[in-house]
Every structure is written in structure tokens, then in C-alpha cells.
Nanobody, 112 residues
Framework: QVQLVESGGGLVQAGGSLRLSCAAS????????MGWYRQAPGQQREVVAT???????NYADAVKGRFTISRDSTKSTVYLQMNSLKPEDTAVYYC??????WGQGTQVTVSS
């Protein structure tokens, strides 16, 4: 079992930036896939971005070119840099680590 703790959420105006952090309780170099998901009110949880142990990344079409996922194995932390934020990015953002390990979520609110 991997414990994940997110931080960095908050309220930001449209066009602004936030960086989310996800600290893991274990060394992440051995975790095959980590990522960020989000869930807006009344919506299903959806994938935002993923990163493999080899550093390969994938992004949802809605965030390509605006969000960047990265991992620092020395700190056992995964990051999500979010730029050019839009009101539709408003959601609770969850960190994920294979397999089926989830953080408690951090709220991101983008005002128009």
C-alpha cells in the first residue's frame, strides 16, 4: 500500500498557474505508473496526465500544451504544473500510483 499526499491546490484566476505536488510514502522509482486524475462536481473521475517509471508521459487532450507532469524520484514526489488555467479545469485533483493507490484529493478552483 502506497500513501499519497497531495498539496498545492487553491483558488486562481483564469490564465493563472498552479503546481500540484504528490508525496509518496515509498520510493517511487519502482512504481510503474503514477498520475493525476480529476473529478468535477457531477462528473466522473477522469485522467489528466500519467508518467511511467521510465519517464514517458501522456496527457488528456483537454490539458495538452498547458499541463506538465514530472517526477522527482529523490523526493518520491510527482508534480503537475498547470498553466493557462481555465474555469473548466475546476475540480478535485487526485494523485494515483499503480495499482489502485489514491491520495485524498486537492481542490483546484479557477475563477473567470
Amino acid at each position: 500500500q502506497v500513501q499519497l499526499v497531495e498539496s498545492g491546490g487553491g483558488l486562481v484566476q483564469a490564465g493563472g498557474s498552479l503546481r500540484l505536488s504528490c508525496a509518496a510514502s515509498v520510493r517511487i522509482f519502482s512504481i510503474s505508473v503514477m498520475g493525476w486524475y480529476r473529478q468535477a462536481p457531477g462528473q466522473q473521475r477522469e485522467v489528466v496526465a500519467t508518467i511511467t517509471s521510465r519517464g514517458s508521459t501522456n496527457y488528456a487532450d483537454a490539458v495538452k500544451g498547458r499541463f506538465t507532469i514530472s517526477r522527482d524520484s529523490t523526493k518520491s514526489t510527482v508534480y503537475l504544473q498547470m498553466n493557462s488555467l481555465k474555469p473548466e479545469d475546476t475540480a478535485v485533483y487526485y494523485c494515483y500510483a499503480a495499482y489502485d493507490n489514491w491520495g485524498q484529493g486537492t481542490q483546484v478552483t479557477v475563477s473567470s
